[in-house]
């Protein structure tokens, strides 16, 4: 392992402590690896025994801000479910679902089409036993009994609508540095004082094993790549082409592949150093859509977008939807109505970083809002 960059922080938590153990036995660890850890070491991971939303947490998430962000996915599921020819027995898939406020305010709108309740199952893709009962506490007043497991792969086979938000992000990416002209993999191992520090590998990285977007890149450059990422969304491709089906993937991250550096810890609401406090910042990384994009139509599906937040909500009816709402509101609720509207839409807050990727089977028509304008991405 080469000399440690600077950027270092004294390990203060008890997962810390854990990967130090680990480090000094087995030597350093992929970024990947300690990404997967950090969130999801089972004692000790970010996820596993906590509720990180809200004020009083570490983060908060579009269906947190405003319930129209969860009422305007519900009239997108509710469209395709008609685009399936409505089928009887169906699934409808979250993965990553949080608190199950997306989940419940989904089901409130998608619930006006008459039929589609009937033969519905809801399936929860989530790894977090905490979350887990937050999420069957929300549900129970929707009035369903979801039905949770630990990977899509996981959930029966049928039609199938599929939403994700924020849950690719989640997902561990590897970091590769260039140096001297060659990509070295960025480990994490231990520095001088025994504290948690990156660092490359010796040995560079193959040049077959580098994307086409990485090799002009200049030296000091990062290049983010998740089979994680990619592996899912490939299940999702596999799924939707194996019956019939389509997926909303809402994340932040870039419409094209390139490199940077986007690996991040936030707590409290703040960013804060990626090495500091394992366990108990959410680390994550922004999503290569372009990367899902490709993974999801090499099974056959067929991807729409990525568009941005902002066009998608305003699209699929956020200001009409406000409209209704303010209606029966009183003073404090209609200023919440568009504060909420404009933190999911404004391009200096969730509209812009935030994007949208739309799936379906091949034989389905184009998907809601992309059959609006003619847009879509094949
Ligand atoms: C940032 S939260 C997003 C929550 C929710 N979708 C929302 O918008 O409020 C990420 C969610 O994905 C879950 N999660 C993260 N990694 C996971 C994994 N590998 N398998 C299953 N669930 C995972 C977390 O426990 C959490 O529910």
Same mark, same amino acid.
């Given at each position: 392992?080469?000399?440690?960059?600077?950027?270092?922080?004294?390990?203060?938590?008890?997962?810390?402590?854990?990967?130090?153990?680990?480090?000094?036995?087995?030597?350093?660890?992929?970024?990947?690896?300690?990404?997967?850890?950090?969130?999801?070491?089972?004692?000790?991971?970010?996820?596993?025994?906590?509720?990180?939303?809200?004020?009083?947490?570490?983060?908060?998430?579009?269906?947190?801000?405003?319930?129209?962000?969860?009422?305007?996915?519900?009239?997108?599921?509710?469209?395709?479910?008609?685009?399936?020819?409505?089928?009887?027995?169906?699934?409808?898939?979250?993965?990553?679902?949080?608190?199950?406020?997306?989940?419940?305010?989904?089901?409130?709108?998608?619930?006006?089409? *008459?039929?589609? %309740? &009937?033969?519905?199952?809801?399936?929860?893709? @989530?790894? /977090? =036993?905490?979350?887990?009962?937050?999420?069957? +506490?929300?549900?129970?007043?929707?009035?369903?009994?979801?039905?949770?497991?630990?990977?899509?792969?996981?959930?029966?086979?049928?039609?199938?609508?599929?939403?994700?938000?924020?849950?690719?992000?989640?997902?561990?990416?590897?970091q590769l540095q260039k140096q001297a002209g060659r990509?070295?993999?960025?480990?994490?191992?231990?520095?001088?004082?025994?504290?948690?520090?990156?660092?490359?590998?010796?040995?560079?990285?193959?040049?077959?094993?580098?994307? *086409?977007?990485? %090799? &002009?890149?200049?030296?000091?450059?990062?290049? @983010?790549? /998740? =089979?994680?990422?990619?592996?899912?969304?490939? +299940?999702?491709?596999?799924?939707?082409?194996?019956?019939?089906?389509?997926?909303?993937?809402?994340?932040?991250?870039?419409?094209?592949?390139?490199?940077?550096?986007?690996?991040?810890?936030?707590?409290?609401?703040?960013?804060?150093?990626?090495?500091?406090?394992?366990?108990?910042?959410?680390?994550?990384?922004?999503?290569?859509?372009?990367?899902?994009?490709?993974?999801?139509?090499?099974?056959?599906?067929?991807?729409?977008?990525?568009?941005?937040?902002?066009?998608?909500?305003?699209?699929?009816?956020?200001?009409?939807? @406000?409209?209704?709402?303010?209606?029966?509101?009183?003073?404090?609720?209609?200023?919440?109505?568009?504060?909420?509207?404009?933190?999911?839409?404004?391009?200096?807050?969730?509209?812009?970083?935030?994007?949208?990727?739309?799936?379906?089977?091949?034989?389905?028509?184009?998907?809601?809002?992309?059959?609006?304008?003619?847009?879509?991405?094949?």
């Amino acid at each position: 392992m080469a000399k440690p960059k600077a950027e270092h922080a004294r390990r203060t938590t008890p997962l810390g402590d854990v990967l130090a153990q680990m480090i000094a036995a087995d030597g350093p660890m992929a970024v990947d690896r300690f990404f997967a850890l950090a969130l999801e070491h089972p004692e000790h991971g970010y996820y596993m025994g906590r509720d990180p939303f809200g004020r009083a947490g570490d983060f908060i998430t579009a269906p947190e801000v405003s319930q129209m962000f969860g009422e305007l996915i519900g009239i997108w599921c509710a469209a395709g479910w008609q685009m399936m020819d409505a089928p009887a027995e169906w699934n409808l898939i979250e993965l990553g679902p949080g608190r199950g406020t997306l989940m419940a305010d989904a089901l409130r709108a998608c619930s006006v089409m *008459p039929g589609l %309740r &009937d033969g519905m199952t809801v399936h929860l893709v @989530e790894m /977090s =036993p905490e979350l887990r009962k937050v999420q069957g +506490e929300t549900l129970r007043r929707s009035g369903v009994e979801p039905v949770w497991h630990d990977r899509l792969e996981d959930v029966p086979d049928g039609p199938s609508l599929i939403i994700a938000n924020e849950f690719f992000d989640a997902l561990p990416v590897q970091q590769l540095q260039k140096q001297a002209g060659r990509w070295h993999e960025r480990v994490v191992g231990l520095d001088g004082s025994g504290e948690l520090a990156f660092g490359l590998t010796e040995d560079p990285v193959p040049d077959a094993l580098l994307p *086409p977007w990485a %090799r &002009d890149a200049e030296d000091g450059a990062i290049a @983010e790549l /998740s =089979p994680a990422r990619e592996a899912a969304a490939k +299940e999702i491709g596999r799924r939707i082409t194996s019956h019939i089906g389509a997926a909303l993937i809402i994340d932040y991250g870039h419409a094209r592949s390139g490199v940077g550096d986007t690996l991040q810890a936030i707590a409290r609401h703040q960013f804060a150093d990626v090495l500091a406090r394992p366990g108990e910042a959410d680390i994550t990384s922004h999503v290569d859509f372009e990367a899902l994009a490709a993974a999801i139509t090499a099974e056959g599906a067929k991807a729409y977008g990525p568009v941005t937040q902002g066009e998608f909500l305003t699209k699929m009816g956020l200001r009409e939807r @406000e409209e209704m709402l303010r209606k029966r509101a009183d003073a404090r609720a209609r200023i919440r109505l568009s504060k909420g509207a404009q933190r999911l839409v404004a391009g200096n807050q969730m509209g812009q970083l935030f994007k949208v990727l739309a799936v379906t089977h091949p034989d389905m028509p184009k998907p809601a809002p992309f059959n609006i304008e003619p847009e879509g991405r094949a």
